[in-house]
């Protein structure tokens, strides 16, 4: 089992829609989660992190679930340039180091 | 200024060459990191220089060489690459290693083809 699984992809939605991803991690002992975005052609850049309450920034809601292992990313109100593949990662400690372990990526297309 | 640059962004080079992938950060951060990104598969760490010394290393073949001079600069040098190393090699730093906030700033990368 891949240590960080997401959703296959691609995602296409129209403007306005709301899509929501799932990722899993394998490693209970994971520490830290994140979302990052990369854009096509572009580096990846962090988008939230994700906090066991859950967090919201804007339109954008990350949610974890430390007892089934999952974390999930909620977009209301899609917008064009929303468009961009999305990383889940998860930070796993090694001794005193992290790992940040990077999920393949769901590709989202949002559509006029 | 851009805060994390990677030259050159497109290398191709033959199996017999040597090459070397530059990075500079310009963020005052203290450790700095080589990703490789294939096509479907997901990003891989490579290295990891924390405070210019090498924390990581994680089972790359030995035709990939790492050198970090000081905090803000980090190199790659290439030499007898496969094809299968075609991919693109990107570069970057955090504040420290990334434990706390798993916030890396990455360079736009170099893509690299080995013919």
């Known amino acids: 089992r891949k240590e960080v699984e997401q959703d296959p992809g691609p995602f296409n939605v129209p403007e306005g829609a709301t899509v929501a991803f799932n990722c899993t991690y394998s490693n209970s002992a994971s520490q830290s989660f994140f979302w990052y975005r990369q854009d096509c052609r572009k580096e990846p850049k962090l988008l939230m992190s994700?906090?066991?309450s859950g967090n919201e920034d804007g339109r954008f809601t990350a949610q974890l679930n430390r007892a089934s292992q999952y974390i999930s990313l909620l977009i209301r109100d899609s917008k064009l340039s929303d468009s961009a593949t999305y990383l889940c990662v998860v930070n796993r400690l090694v001794g005193s180091q992290g790992n940040l372990i990077f999920g393949k990526g769901t590709k989202l297309s949002v559509k006029p | 200024e851009t805060g994390v640059t990677q030259t050159p962004r497109h290398l191709v080079m033959g199996m017999t060459n040597k090459k070397s992938l530059k990075c500079e950060q310009h963020?005052?951060?203290?450790?700095m990191y080589w990703y490789k990104q294939s096509a479907k598969k997901p990003l891989e760490l490579m290295f990891v220089?924390?405070?210019?010394?090498?924390?990581e290393n994680n089972s790359v073949p030995s035709r990939f060489s790492p050198e970090c001079p000081n905090s803000s600069h980090l190199f790659l040098h290439l030499h007898t690459l496969q094809p299968e190393d075609s991919a693109l090699y990107l570069c970057?730093?955090?504040?420290?290693?990334?434990?706390?906030?798993?916030?890396?700033?990455f360079g736009e990368g170099s893509r690299l083809t080995v013919l």
């Open positions: 994700v906090y066991s």
């Open positions: 963020l005052g951060h203290n450790a």
């Open positions: 220089y924390n405070f210019k010394e090498q924390t």
């Open positions: 970057a730093s955090s504040q420290a290693s990334w434990g706390s906030t798993g916030e890396l700033f």
